[in-house]
């Protein structure tokens, strides 16, 4: 079973300067279905994520040890040890958090699942689909919003070729 004190970190975010954290999807490991769970230890000076907002997923995040800044359309503002914050779906829920302190950051999230989702990155012009399953698995990938197409381009008239009368 997992533990907040005894977390085992199951994906580390450590590719990308300035983006080192890691995390534990307690959810995943747990095989919830509905709900996500996830456990942030974030290095001091570095940012759990980028700046982002979803079209299905509805985010709460508890402040466990430290004081990051958030992120979010109002601009920023510090938060302090043992705050609970909501990141509503859509744009109005865009967040990002950054430990700009000496110390480790740790975090709790908590978010809905189950269904697919749609990330916006605004500062970067892209976007991710992703599929939502109970142990992390499916479709994640992602696009740039400049390559946006016409719903109608590309689409041709179907050939109909042989019926079978039934």
């Not at 299905?56 to 508890?62: G, K, S, T, Y």
């Not at 938060?79 to 430990?99: I, S």
């Not at 699942?113 to 992703?130: F, N, S, T």
């Amino acid at each position: 079973m997992p533990n907040i004190y005894d977390p085992v970190f199951d994906e580390p975010r450590t590719s990308l300067e300035g983006f080192h954290a890691n995390r534990a999807r307690l959810g995943h490991q747990l095989g919830t279905e509905r709900l996500g769970l996830s456990l942030w230890e974030v290095a001091a000076g570095q940012a759990v994520y980028p700046y982002h907002f979803h079209l299905a997923e509805e985010e709460v995040l508890v402040v466990l040890d430290g004081r990051p800044l958030l992120r979010s359309p109002d601009g920023w503002r510090r938060l302090d040890r043992g705050e609970v914050v909501r990141f509503p779906v859509g744009e109005d829920g865009a967040h990002q958090l950054v430990n700009d302190t000496d110390e480790t950051l740790r975090l709790l999230s908590v978010s809905t699942h189950g269904q697919p989702d749609v990330v916006i990155y605004p500062d970067e012009g892209k976007l991710c689909a992703a599929e939502r399953t109970p142990d992390g698995s499916g479709l994640k990938t992602f696009f740039r919003l400049a390559d946006h197409v016409p719903y109608d381009e590309g689409i041709q008239r179907p050939e109909i070729g042989h019926v079978d009368p039934a």
